[in-house]
């Protein structure tokens, strides 16, 4: 209740400086995602679920960063159901399929944004498509380490 009534302007201090409160839980929400992955990942079977509105925010985010560290719209990156964002500096394509199309599942973003898993492994393992010869992602992941 009284994070309703708090401002998303509020600082809130961290060890690494001071960020917004709206900054803040979006931090929180993208380590309850990476760090439920992680957890299953070391505990087999134990199948800890992922809060769906959480791993959609973390999804879009990391989503959002790549797009930002690959300025352009050349290459479209698809994380159905979640997100969809276009990247990559080159020729903009406007209409139709796009002639660069990067596709792949909500968790297996996650792994590739983080670092949890590399491109040519997530490619090796169909976890990922890729067509065009501005998609391959390899040289901006991970987005975070």
């Not at 070391?42 to 199948?47: K, R, S």
């Not at 791993?55 to 790549?66: G, K, M, P, Q, V």
């Not at 990559?88 to 949890?116: F, Q």
């Not at 498509?129 to 998609?135: D, K, P, T």
Request: hydrophobic letters at 45%; glycine letters at 6%.
């Amino acid at each position: 209740e009284a994070l309703a009534e708090a401002p998303d302007t509020r600082l809130i201090p961290t060890r690494f400086g001071a960020m917004t409160l709206a900054d803040f839980l979006v931090t929180r929400t993208v380590e309850l995602v990476v760090h439920t992955d992680d957890l299953n990942d070391a505990l087999p079977g134990l199948d800890v679920p992922y809060d769906r509105q959480a791993l959609a925010a973390c999804t879009r985010l990391l989503a959002d960063a790549l797009a930002v560290k690959a300025p352009g719209a050349s290459t479209e990156v698809r994380i159905p159901p979640f997100a969809v964002v276009q990247c990559v500096e080159g020729p903009r394509h406007t209409r139709g399929t796009p002639p660069n199309v990067v596709e792949t599942d909500p968790l297996t973003w996650i792994r590739l944004a983080t670092g949890r898993v590399g491109w040519g492994a997530a490619l090796d393992d169909a976890k990922v498509s890729a067509s065009g010869e501005r998609a391959d992602l390899s040289k901006l992941l991970p987005l975070m380490g």
